[in-house]
């Protein structure tokens, strides 16, 4: 079992929709919890970055962590075509790894018009 | 362009060949990691430096892999006697210190093909 699980889609919604993300985890010493965009051919763009448990918003954007549960999600609201993307979590603990990242498959997103 | 940069963005070798990439962080960023990328898959740890320092270094990094960072500016990887299984988006990203370690900054990577 990897340490991070990430439903890889294909996600396909219509412009408009809310589209929830989301990713679990086994290590409970995750801390630190981003999620990330990445267009095709292209390096990862860092979107949200939450510590620990609770909410985080930024524009259209919602990141949620349950730390009880081992669960975080990202929501996208008003999708647009330009959100069309693959999106990572990725998180991290405070150990001697220090800013060491672990990684989901990602979900690759189609926002269609 | 202030971002982290690497070149070359695409590599073609044959197997058996020796490649080298560069990695440019962002300015006054004092750590930097490698990752590997394969299709369909999330990043993959690799190697992680704090300044000039090598500070860790994943199982997927085998002897004939080899990471610098000669002055704590930029870095290179390269890899020796290349296998088709090298095959594959090599990431580099940057992070400054502090308490904001954690945001990594990513680069465009450089995908490597090995026929």
């Known amino acids: 079992q990897k340490e991070v699980e990430q439903d890889p889609g294909p996600l396909s919604v219509p412009e408009g929709a809310i589209v929830s993300l989301n990713c679990t985890y086994s290590?409970?010493?995750?801390?630190?919890f981003m999620w990330y965009r990445q267009y095709s051919r292209k390096g990862p763009e860092l979107l949200m970055y939450?510590?620990?448990?609770g909410n985080k918003e930024d524009g259209r954007f919602t990141a949620q962590v349950d730390k009880s549960s081992k669960y975080i999600s990202l929501f996208i609201r008003d999708s647009q075509p330009s959100d069309s993307a693959t999106y990572l979590c990725?998180?991290?603990?405070?150990?001697?790894?220090?800013?060491?990242?672990?990684f989901g498959r990602g979900t690759q997103l189609t926002v269609w018009p | 362009d202030t971002g982290v940069s690497q070149d070359p963005r695409h590599k073609i070798t044959k197997r058996g060949q020796n490649v080298t990439f560069r990695c440019d962080p962002i300015?006054?960023?004092?750590?930097l990691y490698w990752y590997r990328q394969t299709l369909g898959q999330g990043p993959e740890f690799l190697t992680y430096?704090?300044?000039?320092?090598?500070?860790?270094k994943s199982r997927l990094l085998s002897d004939r892999f080899s990471a610098e960072r000669p002055k704590g500016s930029f870095s290179t990887l390269e890899i020796q006697r290349t296998e088709q299984g090298d095959s594959a988006m090599y990431l580099c990203?940057?992070?400054?210190?502090?308490?904001?370690?954690?945001?990594?900054?990513f680069g465009p990577g450089t995908r490597l093909t090995v026929l």
């Open positions: 990203a940057s992070s400054p210190g502090g308490s904001s370690y954690n945001e990594q900054f």
């Open positions: 290590n409970s010493a995750f801390q630190y």
């Open positions: 939450t510590y620990s448990s």
């Open positions: 990725a998180m991290s603990d405070r150990g001697s790894t220090l800013g060491r990242l672990y």
């Open positions: 300015s006054e960023h004092n750590r």
């Open positions: 430096f704090q300044n000039e320092a090598q500070l860790e």
